[in-house]
């Protein structure tokens, strides 16, 4: 069984920073933890994933440059700092963990994620 608790959204101005953070239970090797985003009538977006074993990363084109995803094992936390801000990203950001040995473009599926925190909210203002 796996728990997953976000925090660190808010309130930003855009080309602010922000750093969400994910305290997971039960991660056990294999896992994959990913983070996404949804705004109000639209499905749920990837935005980056990394490996709890090897840290290897994929982010969506859309963050890439600006976004960094980490973990630390010793912490059982994943990590999405978030810099140069957009109004665009403004969402409900979501981690969730799936499970070991999929194919790599299952881990960009949402639906291929069968834990999920209760997600937290950032806002980016213009």
């Known amino acids: 069984q796996v728990q997953l608790v976000e925090s660190g959204g808010g309130l930003v101005q855009a080309g602010g920073s922000l750093r969400l953070s994910c305290v997971g239970s039960g991660l056990t090797y294999g896992r994959y933890v990913g983070w996404f985003r949804q705004t109000p009538g639209k499905e749920r977006e990837f935005v980056a994933h990394?490996?709890?074993?090897?840290?290897?990363?994929t982010y969506a084109d859309s963050v890439k440059d600006r976004f960094t995803i980490s973990r630390d094992s010793l912490k059982n936390t994943v990590y999405l700092q978030m810099n140069s801000l957009k109004p665009e990203d403004t969402a409900v950001y979501y981690c969730?963990?799936?499970?070991?040995?999929?194919?790599?473009?299952?881990?960009?599926?949402?639906?291929?994620?069968?834990?999920w925190g209760q997600g937290t909210q950032v806002t980016v203002s213009s």
């Open positions: 969730a963990a799936a499970p070991a040995f999929r194919a790599s473009y299952q881990y960009l599926r949402p639906t291929t994620y069968n834990y």
């Open positions: 990394i490996s709890w074993n090897s840290g290897s990363t």
